[in-house]
């Protein structure tokens, strides 16, 4: 692999170009300790002596720090340590480190995330929130159907009272129509107030 450009991002840090490609973010003094120079050549053995000692530790610390702050999506954290400099095999590798300790986890963010919004925002309005941090629609649904909405058991107890009620009004009604007025033609005054009572208890 040669060194087709050094870049400076600061008076302390330099882009490192491999190819046609960005390759690396170091500090000026690491580059100068790995010989790294333009149109020099680096070996996968210096690559990866690179990658060990300086890239995977400092990408793992970067993503623990932005983890103290607030939770992260999977695909947040890459775009995070992306947008930093860090190559795609030390990013795969954090992202499993990170993955396998729980310290990013979708499901879990989601949950979270539904139980934080869910008496403020409707379902609709969180799952595009999450779809724009990354999350994947089966893992949406699957949080959605775990966490229902108590506004969704609630409507849904309330449709099963009211229907219950008007099967309530329906028996009333057939009741009053026969065996009510069939008592009264029987002198049997008392049925009336039954009858009230009746219609109380359906209220």
Not at 36 to 41: L, P, T
Not at 122 to 151: A, H, W
Not at 174 to 180: L, Y
Request: glycine share 4%; aromatic share 8%.
């Amino acid at each position: 692999m040669t060194v087709t450009a050094i870049v400076p991002v600061d008076k302390n840090k330099c882009k490192v170009f491999l190819g046609e490609d960005f390759a690396f973010v170091l500090y000026k003094s690491e580059a100068a300790r790995f010989h790294i120079e333009e149109e020099n050549d680096l070996s996968e053995q210096t690559y990866e002596k690179i990658k060990e000692e300086i890239l995977l530790k400092r990408a793992r610390d970067r993503a623990l720090y932005l983890l103290q702050s607030q939770g992260r999506t999977k695909a947040e954290m890459i775009q995070k340590l992306q947008k930093d400099g860090y190559p795609d095999d030390v990013i795969r590798e954090v992202m499993s480190f990170l993955e396998e300790y729980h310290f990013v986890d979708d499901s879990s963010y989601t949950e979270n995330y539904i139980h934080v919004n869910k008496s403020r925002k409707s379902p609709r309005q969180i799952v595009f929130e999450l779809q724009q941090k990354g999350v994947d629609k089966d893992t949406i649904s699957r949080m959605l159907e775990e966490n229902r909405y108590c506004g969704d058991i609630l409507t849904q107890v309330a449709a099963v009272e009211s229907a219950l009620q008007a099967f309530g009004y329906a028996i009333l009604k057939e009741h009053m129509e026969t065996c009510v007025v069939e008592e009264i033609r029987k002198g049997n005054t008392a049925i009336v107030d039954e009858a009230v009572e009746l219609v109380k208890k359906l209220k």
